[in-house]
């Protein structure tokens, strides 16, 4: 996971890149930075997945997570670049009930 | 790829990773909290979490918790009926809604209604409640189907059998602890059982009080220099305690004679090794060379000691550091017919017998304990203690002991002593 580029977080959005694998050893970490960017005040959390091949079971959990994060913090969550395998994975489980997904 | 074998694809995926987190080393905690993130991954479950099972304290400590809010009740309490229910439910995943009937669901009903709790599944491993795991709706909105019950199920008998796992290791350390605990009580009493022999003995002689004792003291200090194991040097120091218990058998009068006794004494007074032998023998010690260093503490490298005059190697090498103790704290104490000889006699005397009674990297040891307490370098003063502060101040002591020394063997010989345990 990389975190997000200052410039993108402006007008309380910001922009959080998952890794190639979003699995336990990594979504710990996209938790936390996301997390922190809607206790900054962030309205609007992107999380990029341009990079990202694979989404786990833990990947998914967490994912869903930030969601609840964002939700009880009036904050709203975009999966952006997402590939058509996990974009059908998140269809099936619901999360894009919860989350505006973007495919790439 | 159709929807159903995608879904299949990613279940058994979190199946597999939830069989190797609960098999590999990771800690309690981090297993639990990886296994509710595999559950609540695989099937879209927005929140939930993983509680284990305190029979002692019948309650539900909550383990790992995602999203249930705050005010969320980290420990619930059960009664017998709840517990029954579990038991006779297994690990079939509960409606909410049709538990609520269970004691245990109306006192947290508040709790679970904010928390928007869906399902509950007891964990019943071997006929036993270790845990539950609570979930919400899942996030696609749909109800749990018959197949998502089935992947819970699966997914609670693998958290089950972590948390029974953790139950048995929590048990086996608290056995380990109180095994622990009875077992340094059951040393205090042997240690404590030994001095007050030792003290026995002693008393039987006016002449020699404290010998058995200091003998002792002295191996302690001969076992710890020659670099001993710990349990080693604790055995070395029983076995000093006890090398004349055999005298328990000798009449008094032989004992406490003013004067140097006959053969017929003599006799008499050598069969205290063999029946201190038979004395310790029939008794468990902890270290198993305790009687044969009674039965041969009076041997010598020479083979002219007794009782069965053994040489240098068949002589058990316990036995010759209870020799050098022993034969130490009779030069440097007073008899009834002899008054102690001066420190620079007794270590020319230990020298020259070094090699002939002594075993001289034995002899070396105990040279050494004593040139470090001369020399300042350690500063327990354990010979000051047995020998008195005028005796170790004695001209020269530190120069006569480096002398001694120097040429002396340096051999430490280690692992000497055997121990029981």
Known sequence: ?104 | MSESKHKLIHTFGALAELGNEVANKSSFQETIKTSLHLVLGSLGIMRGGVARYSRFNHEFNMVAIRGLGEDFPLSLSLCYEDERQFLANGLEPMEIEQAKVLPFFQVYDKSFERAKLALMVPLVIRDETVGAVFLVQKATGEPYSSYDREIICAMGRHIGVAVAQRNLLAELERRADENRKLYDEMRTTYADTVKAFAAAIDRKDKYTEGHSVRVGKYCEIIAAELGWHVEEVEGAAVAGYLHDVGKLTVERRIINAPYRINAKESAELNKHPGVGYEILMPIHHPYTDVPLAAKYHHERLDGRGYPDGLYDREIPYIAKVVNLADSFDAMTTDRPYKRRRPAGEVFEDLQRNSGKQFAPEIVSALFRGMLQEVSGEVADKKFRRLLGREYMEAENIGSILQGALSGAPTITPINLMSTDN
């Open chain 1, 1 to 104: 996971m990389e975190s997000a580029n200052p410039s993108d977080i402006n007008q309380g959005k910001a922009v959080v890149l998952a890794g190639d694998y979003l699995n336990k050893l990594t979504g710990d970490l996209i938790e936390r930075e996301c997390r922190k960017r809607i206790d900054e005040g962030c309205r609007q959390l992107v999380v990029d997945f341009s990079r990202t091949e694979i989404v786990n079971s833990v990947g998914i959990s967490i994912l869903l997570g930030v969601i609840d994060t964002a939700a009880n913090a009036g904050a709203t969550v975009v999966f952006s670049e997402v590939n058509e395998h996990t974009a059908e994975l998140f269809d099936m489980l619901g999360v894009s009930r919860h989350a505006l997904v973007n495919p790439n």
